[in-house]
């Protein structure tokens, strides 16, 4: 059973800073690419970060680059996304994607609220 569990998430005053978890079971983890995305409300979901098999190559959207950093620890099979300088506007449920060709899964979502 394929399992995709993230933690982390919470209540931040603008300019602090989080790091979410994201954990995958019942995977070959290392096979995977990992995502994170967010879905504010009454916004469409949005890839946030994206990070390849080995770790090697990442990619970020245009509104994060320089305050987010994913990474992924193959040998405990998480992906983390270290979010830096947060504002308001990064409020959002933050979902984690484990991805091959043919299928992907998805987590359940952590709320990250940014507001002082």
């Known amino acids: 059973q394929v399992q995709v569990v993230e933690s982390g998430g919470g209540l931040v005053q603008p300019g602090g800073s989080l790091r979410l978890s994201c954990a995958a079971s019942?995977?070959?983890?290392?096979?995977?690419?990992m995502s994170w995305y967010r879905q504010a409300p009454g916004k469409e979901r949005e890839l946030v970060a994206v990070?390849?098999?080995?770790?090697?190559?990442?990619n970020y959207a245009d509104s994060v680059k320089g305050r987010f950093t994913i990474s992924r620890d193959n040998a405990k099979n998480t992906v983390y996304l270290q979010m830096n300088s947060l504002q308001p506007e990064d409020t959002a449920v933050y979902y984690c994607?484990?991805?091959?060709?043919?299928?992907?899964?998805w987590g359940q979502g952590t709320q990250v609220t940014v507001s002082s």
């Open positions: 994607n484990a991805r091959v060709v043919g299928r992907q899964y």
């Open positions: 990070i390849t098999r080995a770790g090697a190559d990442t």
């Open positions: 019942g995977v070959t983890f290392s096979s995977y690419f």
